[in-house]
């Protein structure tokens, strides 16, 4: 059985097939600059374990062009991987925005493509290119169900006292200005991975997952389900990331208004492209920052300690929130591949039960595996994200449920 899993930006289409009997991925890749020129796209075989890569540069004028192009690559009769698109039974989409309206991935009709439309004001950038993806995937895999996975659906759990803002009633009540938290998919996988792991029952556990990307942002999860996360009403808020601020007072953008004369768009840009470890250190990329911090950079050695400061802060404080912990999990690009920054954040809190095992966490290994110390009452895990599979699994899930109500 086959699912397609599409990610769809403005510009670009990300694709995975998935084989569900293994959770196998047989193929995957990206077409970029769509609508420009030339646009390029990558796509990858998996031989035997090996993957294989090609590169292509053509035009291609529109989102349609860019899915039929790489269903002529998936059903090429000579390095394709499947004879006829038909074999595809579903397509699940990366939407940004669900809103309040979706706590899981649902099947897409009119009324959902609808409720992505009216969210649109709350994720400018992404619920447009999502929705399209979906209504191009529609008319070019029709037998194929279509579902969307929303980023904040994992979050939709958190209890109020989470996720208002303390800001005027209507504001949230004809606004529905709240916090709903991002990255859900990844907190979503990580976090039942490690359910799985840590040996304790679902309904009394409580861990922290982590997520270190380019954008960061930590969830509590207690009894399985998310309480409380780092991001909010956008993906801005939260953690220090690669350039986005996460949490200052809110008072700076009136400040950068008032006295530096900024406009809205320059102080949006400024907080979201310009800040963060590229704000502090001149790179957004944690492994130029590292390598800076290690030559004596101050200012690498000031963004690293930020960045480490701000985590801890919210450990302690999801911890305070759950009443526990029983496990962190680490996971994205930092968070898998950072032993040094997974080291400063676990340093000094043996007074919490927390205490990495120093030899483990240097291992590097792209498998889920423990790095706490034998005697550590905390689990400390780095659990690879896998939002593609998590994606499939849920769009897998639904046909089942299709697939029933037709039967029964
Ligand atoms: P995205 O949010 O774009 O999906 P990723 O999850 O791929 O981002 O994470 C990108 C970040 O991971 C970058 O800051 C990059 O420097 C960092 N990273 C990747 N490998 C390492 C490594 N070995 N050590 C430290 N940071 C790493």
């Known amino acids: 059985m086959k699912v ?57 004028a529109n989102h349609v062009e860019g899915l039929e ?42 009324e959902v493509k609808a409720r992505i439309e009216e969210l649109i004001p709350l994720a400018p950038l992404h619920n447009p290119a999502n929705l399209q993806g979906i209504e191009v995937a529609e008319k070019i895999f029709p037998e194929a169900i279509q579902v969307a996975v929303f980023d904040t659906a994992f979050h939709q759990t958190m209890p109020a006292a989470s996720y208002r803002y303390p800001l005027p009633n209507e504001l949230y009540e004809k606004e529905k200005i709240r916090a709903y938290g991002m990255h859900g998919t990844s907190h979503e996988y990580v976090s039942k991975q490690a359910l799985h792991l840590i040996d304790k029952p679902v309904d009394d556990s409580a861990i922290i997952t982590i997520h270190l990307g380019n954008g960061c942002s930590m969830a509590a999860i207690k009894g ?39 406009s809205f768009a320059e102080i949006d ?58 496990a962190i999990v680490f996971t994205a690009g930092i ?36 790095i706490h110390a034998v005697n550590s009452k905390v689990q400390v895990w780095v659990v690879p994200t896998n939002e593609e599979l998590e994606i499939a699994s849920q769009s897998r899930a639904l046909l089942g449920q299709v697939t029933q109500k037709s039967v029964h």
């Open 224 to 262: 399985g389900k998310c309480v409380d996360t780092s991001m909010g009403l956008s993906p801005l808020a939260g953690l220090m990331m690669g350039t986005r601020t996460g949490d200052i007072d809110p008072s700076i953008p009136f400040y950068l208004g008032s006295k530096l004369n900024m």
């Open 4 to 60: 397609l899993v599409i990610n769809s930006g403005s510009s670009s289409i990300k694709y995975v097939l998935f084989e569900m009997q293994d959770s196998k991925v047989l193929t995957k890749g990206i077409v970029e600059r769509i609508g420009e020129a030339s646009a390029e796209v990558t796509h990858s075989v998996f031989l035997k374990g090996e993957e294989v890569k090609e590169k292509y540069e053509r035009e291609v």
């Open 335 to 370: 968070g898998e591949n950072s032993d040094e920054v997974r080291r400063l954040v676990c340093e000094d809190m043996a007074f919490l039960g927390i205490d990495l095992d120093e030899k483990k966490n240097r291992e590097r290994k792209a498998v889920n595996r423990s």
């Open 69 to 110: 192009f790489v269903v002529h690559l998936l059903t090429d009769s000579k390095k394709g991987i499947i004879h006829d698109k038909g074999e595809i039974v579903a397509v699940g989409h990366r939407v940004v925005h669900g809103g309040e309206h979706y706590n899981h991935a649902v099947v897409v009709n009119d």
């Open 269 to 326: 840009q400024m907080l979201n492209k310009e800040s963060g470890l590229k704000g502090i250190a001149g790179s957004n990329d944690m492994r130029d920052v590292l390598d800076k911090r290690s030559a004596g950079d101050k200012e690498a050695m000031l963004a690293i300690d930020m960045y480490v400061q701000r985590i801890k802060k919210y450990i302690g404080a999801y911890i305070a929130e759950m009443g526990g912990l029983d």
